[in-house]
């Protein structure tokens, strides 16, 4: 029976890569495991498949009575809806504990750092296993992804040591340029809808009763989409509705100026300004210095809803 490995929904470049990586991983170590996503894959991640040759993992939406790793994730409202008849045998994450429990013993590796690569890295060096080129090259990108080419507060030095050493097995000399071509790619939005960027970094999370949605565009410039901020606000209030949020926040972060823009729609509005310490003016407000969703806005966001 194979096990599939899987991150979070609306995937990132760390959930696809790191179920790549991970499934590399254990298939070295004798399990037979198959990586999978929850959902359509970036322009970004595409970027670096074809870059490095790999190939996109396997849609898989519905996971009851399969065995399973997960990557880069640990709350039910970001797994299939049918995970609790899986059997988990892993998670490594390196996000909040979420609210996902098991009936039996599992594998965790979860730590405080910039990249669920980073830890897979870890992983692979724990069990004296070699990475080939082109996968060294696809983890390498998913921590300068998800680090923000370094700049952001979750960023540690063992992601920028693990990013280094990748780029010496990937054969990589200027990785710094290689992630802004990449962040460029994940920057274009010309002709896309108001849901498309709604959902290209979308996460649910359940706080207290409440379900909170947040949003997050990771850009070189925001300044490209000042014309649509109402379009997005409005598809923002229709999102609210179909998926049943308290709140639907949508951080418009720019990489260059490192801060971000807070879009807020949501019931009660006073528990995001508390949150920020801040006031929201036509439903936004620039939050300085914030890149981080997991370090930044949920651990603020979180205990004002308890
Ligand atoms: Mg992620
Ligand atoms: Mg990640
Ligand atoms: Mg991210």
């Not at 190939?55 to 995970?83: C, H, M, R, W």
């Not at 418009?252 to 920020?276: N, P, R, Y």
């Amino acid at each position: 029976m194979s096990t599939y490995v899987f991150g979070h929904t609306s995937p990132d470049s760390d959930s696809i890569v790191g179920a790549i990586s991970l499934s590399y991983l254990k298939n070295q170590l004798g399990e037979d495991c198959i990586p999978t996503r929850q959902g359509e894959i970036s322009a970004e991640t595409e970027f670096i498949l074809n870059k490095f040759g790999g190939a996109t993992p396997e849609l898989k939406t519905s996971v009851a009575g399969e065995n399973v790793y997960l990557i880069d994730f640990s709350d039910k409202a970001q797994a299939p809806s049918d995970i609790m008849e899986a059997t988990i045998l892993g998670i490594v994450d390196h996000h909040k504990l979420g609210d996902l429990t098991t009936d039996t013993p599992l594998e965790c590796w979860i730590r405080p750092i910039g990249c669920s690569n980073t830890i897979v890295y870890e992983m692979f060096k724990a069990n004296d296993v070699e990475i080939p080129k082109d996968l060294a090259g696809m983890m390498m990108c998913a921590i300068l992804s998800d680090t923000v080419i370094f700049k952001s507060p979750t960023c540690t030095k063992v992601d920028t040591k693990a990013v280094k050493e990748l780029a010496a097995i990937a054969g990589i000399q200027d990785y710094k340029a290689l992630a802004m071509e990449m962040f460029i790619v994940k920057s274009a939005v010309d002709g896309a809808s108001a849901r498309n960027l709604n959902t290209r970094d979308y996460k649910a999370f359940e706080m207290n009763g409440s379900k909170v949605g947040v949003n997050q565009l990771e850009m070189v410039d925001i300044s490209a989409l000042d014309d649509r901020k109402e379009e997005i606000l409005e598809d923002m209030r229709a999102m609210k509705e179909e998926e049943g949020l308290h709140t639907m926040l949508v951080l418009l972060t720019d990489i260059m100026k490192e801060g971000s823009q807070l879009l807020c729609v949501s019931d009660d509005a006073s528990k995001i300004e508390a949150a920020f310490n801040t006031k929201l003016e036509n439903n936004q407000v620039w939050l300085d210095g914030v890149l981080s969703r997991k370090k930044q806005v949920i651990p603020f966001v979180q205990p004002q809803f308890k």
